[in-house]
């Protein structure tokens, strides 16, 4: 923990939007009045019909619901795009940058709306229509965003798959949902390689009746098979599309799209999130957490696969009229100066990334940054994993010269948008803390069997009561939602994080405390690596833990079990790795395969995780009592064996 106070700078404390009195009174008043503050926040988003019901919500499972402004309706991309044409119809709305340096695309409010009506209306053409799903696997173009906000023009749920998942992990999320279309580009680029994102594609479609049409995107101009009847180019259909296409009226409660993500058990789930609260929630966090202000250029550096780039680099942006920048390539590459480069062509004013990126380009030495020149930069933001003290300290003196706060946002999937984080003119800031709840956020701390703990404590991170941008259900199984997030600790939300809290009321999380792991800011659930390979033929049983990982903050770590008579060999290694790529995407890519004659278990059966994980993080001195295994010799023999660590 780091001792570290970076208090308001002055120039912040005058200037932002929220100070720290503000912070406090508003703060206040969302819990007291939720109905009030939140009908006062939900003014910045045009209604079609206003609503007239705020917040009616329940954890309890008597009378388990969640809906905000459940009367009104609105239209996601009429927010995002028409209500900005009359005062900001010129504006570049987004700013891309592709893979290889060079010709950035500025695409206005104006020029984007046309665009999205037109898409909107293949859509319809090609049989989408409200409630219907629609499947993007998409590299970082500027058509991702596009496809999104069609179909929330026309009332269709978008769930976009990550364009670095396999074709399995692709057909396994459009089955889940029955995408009946599916939007994709001939290739994806990153660092000058092509990613097939077509051919992919079609491996996966041989496994799903539902897709009646597939819509492609041109982007690198490589070989692809059409297959007719199914399959049309993108640029064809905008050919002959109508740019008018009207705003469908949805009901704030109305999907908005799913997104699918790791859980600790089985098959990732599709976070469903709805209209009205998920976009004010959006709004009024991008508005807050980075103190923007109109002409200001903003950049996330998320994939849309993500939920980051959901929320902050589409939704909540443009919900506020913003330029937000889009790039399609690598932090690294051509070389480690690429996103400092870019701040500089760009004039970009806020940047978000992940620690697991500044980690990787902190290892490369400060000349790659140093080199430019960043005076645009005002205020930096991380998310998606705990940022160690270094890399905040790293980030806050060589990247913002020391002159930028830096905006540690905790969330996830399920919140829709950040909840614990600092304000940039509210909070000081203590470099690993993502320090005070926003508005309507209750965060408690409570021990395993659900005890509260009060003061400076460390425990179960939970949520108390509803916000308006939570999930609402998983896609299709609502008993699962009620089941996963709702019953560890009955009549409050559980995040699956742990949380330490100190003296001045700050959170510090600390990390997921169940079998989900943090791979390069990336969620995978542990049980996902297993029945992959458990999948292969020569495996007979396997358990994946994670592991500390200087640059990715988590690394996998999996132990294997293979059949009898199946010699060990470093081929096997390759191979098994290998696999689990082609099975789930690289971001699956075991670090570290240790071949295990057998695996810690109870006399039950049951896998003695915390010993694989003791063992995969080096830290045999403290295994705890082992006496309860079935064969504790196992354990001898896993750390004779161990593996040199990459
Ligand atoms: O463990 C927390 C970690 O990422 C998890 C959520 O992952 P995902 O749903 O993929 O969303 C990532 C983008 C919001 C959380 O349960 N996490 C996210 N942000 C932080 C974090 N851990 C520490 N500090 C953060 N700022």
Request: proline share 6%.
């Amino acid at each position: 923990m780091s001792q570290a106070i970076h208090r308001v700078p002055a120039e912040w404390a005058t200037s932002a939007k929220i100070d720290a009195a503000g912070y406090a009174e508003r703060y206040e008043r969302s819990i007291s009045d939720p109905d009030g503050f939140w009908a006062e926040e939900a003014k910045r988003l045009d209604w079609i019909e206003p609503f007239a019901r705020v917040k009616e919500t329940s954890f309890a499972e008597a009378d388990f619901g969640i809906k905000w402004f459940a009367d009104g309706k609105l239209n996601v991309s009429a927010n995002c795009l028409d209500r900005h044409l009359a005062e900001r119809g010129d504006t570049v709305a987004i700013l891309w940058e592709p893979d290889t340096p060079g010709e950035a695309r500025r695409i206005t409010y104006r020029d984007l709306h046309a665009e999205v009506c037109r898409l909107a209306n293949i859509l319809k053409d090609n049989g989408v229509s409200r409630g219907d799903r629609v499947t993007l696997y998409m590299p970082m173009i500027p058509e991702a965003a596009m496809a999104m906000l069609a179909c929330t023009r026309i009332g269709a749920i978008h769930s976009i798959v990550f364009g670095g998942f396999s074709a399995d992990a692709l057909a396994g999320r459009i089955q889940d949902c029955d995408s009946t279309l599916v939007i994709t580009a001939d290739e994806g680029l990153r660092s000058g390689k092509a990613i097939p994102l077509k051919g992919n594609l079609d491996e996966a479609l041989k496994r799903c009746p539902s897709v009646q049409k597939v819509v492609v995107v041109r982007r690198t101009g490589g070989a692809v098979t059409m297959q007719e009847g199914r399959d049309l180019w993108y640029h064809e259909a905008l050919e002959t599309a109508s740019a008018d296409c009207a705003p469908e009226a949805m009901g704030a409660e109305d999907p908005l799209f799913i997104l699918y993500t790791s859980g600790s058990t089985g098959q990732p789930k599709g976070v469903l999130h709805t209209t009205g609260g998920y976009l004010v929630w959006a709004s009024m966090t991008h508005d807050y957490v980075f103190d923007y202000r109109p002409g200001d250029i903003y950049w996330c550096a998320a994939d849309v696969g993500w939920v980051t780039g959901h929320t902050y680099v589409v939704y909540g942006p443009l919900a506020n009229g913003a330029t937000t920048v889009m790039f399609e390539g690598v932090p690294n590459w051509p070389d480690p100066s690429r996103f400092w480069e870019l701040v500089d062509k760009f004039g970009v004013n806020i940047f978000y990334a992940a620690p697991t990126a500044l980690r990787a380009l902190m290892r490369e030495g400060d000349d790659y940054v140093t080199r430019t020149d960043r005076s645009s930069l005002r205020l930096l933001g991380s998310v998606g994993e705990p940022i160690n003290p270094e890399a905040w300290d790293w980030y806050h003196r060589v990247v913002g010269d020391g002159r930028c706060p830096i905006v540690d946002t905790w969330w996830q999937t399920e919140t829709g948008g950040a909840m614990i984080s600092p304000l940039p003119g509210a909070t000081d800031l203590k470099p690993g803390s993502a320090t005070k709840p926003l508005f309507g956020v209750q965060p408690q701390l409570v021990d395993t069997e659900g005890k509260v703990l009060d003061g400076a404590t460390e425990g179960c991170l939970v949520i108390t009561d509803s916000w308006p941008g939570q999930m609402r259900t998983v896609w299709g199984d609502h008993d699962r939602f009620f089941q996963t997030y709702f019953t560890t600790f009955p009549g409050k939300y559980f995040t699956g994080d742990g949380a330490r809290r100190d003296a001045d009321g700050d959170y510090w999380i600390t990390g997921r405390i169940d079998d989900v792991i943090n791979v390069s800011g990336h969620r995978m659930g542990t049980a996902e690596v297993e029945s992959a390979l458990v999948a292969h033929a020569k495996v007979a049983e396997a358990a994946v833990v994670g592991m500390p990982h200087p640059v990715k903050g988590q690394g996998i770590y999996a132990y294997v079990t293979l059949n009898a008579n199946v010699p060990d060999s470093e081929e096997l290694r390759k191979e098994l790795s290998q696999w689990v790529r082609r099975e789930i995407g690289p971001i699956a890519t075991p670090d570290v395969i240790q071949f295990a004659p057998g695996l810690p278990k109870t006399r039950s059966g049951k896998i003695m995780r915390r010993i694989l994980r003791k063992i995969a993080e080096g830290d045999i001195g403290s295994l705890g009592d082992t006496s309860t295994l079935a064969d504790p010799a196992v354990v001898d023999n896993l750390i004779e064996n161990r593996p040199m660590m990459p």
